[in-house]
């Protein structure tokens, strides 16, 4: 069955609104899913009230192994206006392990623009981040944010001058999980 066939089943599901069917299409997408069921999976969110299924549609991006899927999942986040949708796929990223060091500066703007807990969302990304950052990126972007502590609020000053320590600090490479 190709992509288009999958992804028609998943929107009739969905729309069918039977948990059971609705089930069995996320099971089969955890199963054999690709990077094309990001933005049909985000779409499905703003659709149910279902919080166990929302809660399993929430898992399927923690559970992300593609380093393909990170610029999609960022794309769909930067459109994103529901900040519930939005605090948790942040969260999703800094769990699932995946490389978004490339997208440093949209997670350093989150600090400084949003609130307060979609801010420790996004810290928590740049907490857990790895790989090479450019030079001129990184002065930038410690600019940047030394330029923004002075009008924020107690809370996200403190998330901003833990920026300036752990920026420099980012690995290259991802820590080995010790067992």
């Not at 998943?10 to 099971?27: C, F, V, Y």
Request: with cysteine; charged share 30%.
């Amino acid at each position: 069955m190709d992509i288009l066939d999958k992804l028609s089943r998943l929107k009739s599901s969905i729309k069918s609104g039977n948990p059971e069917l609705i089930d069995h299409a996320l099971e089969e997408i955890k199963n054999k899913g690709d990077d094309t069921y990001i933005s049909p999976l985000i779409e499905f969110l703003h659709q149910t009230t279902n919080k166990e299924i929302k809660e399993k549609v929430y898992g399927l991006f923690v559970d992300l192994k593609h380093e393909e899927s990170v610029d999609i999942l960022i794309n769909a986040m930067e459109n994103e206006n529901d900040l519930d949708v939005l605090e948790r796929l942040l969260a999703a990223c800094w769990q699932n392990g995946l490389n978004y060091s490339k997208h440093l500066p949209y997670f350093v703007q989150l600090i400084i623009d949003q609130e307060f807990q979609i801010a420790f969302e996004a810290f928590t990304v740049i907490e857990n981040m790895y790989g090479k950052i450019d030079g001129d990126i990184e002065s930038m972007l410690l600019g940047k944010i030394e330029k923004s502590i002075p009008s924020a609020d107690e809370k996200k000053q403190y998330l901003l001058k833990g920026l300036l320590e752990i920026i420099p600090h980012i690995p290259i490479d991802q820590d080995p999980v010790d067992f």
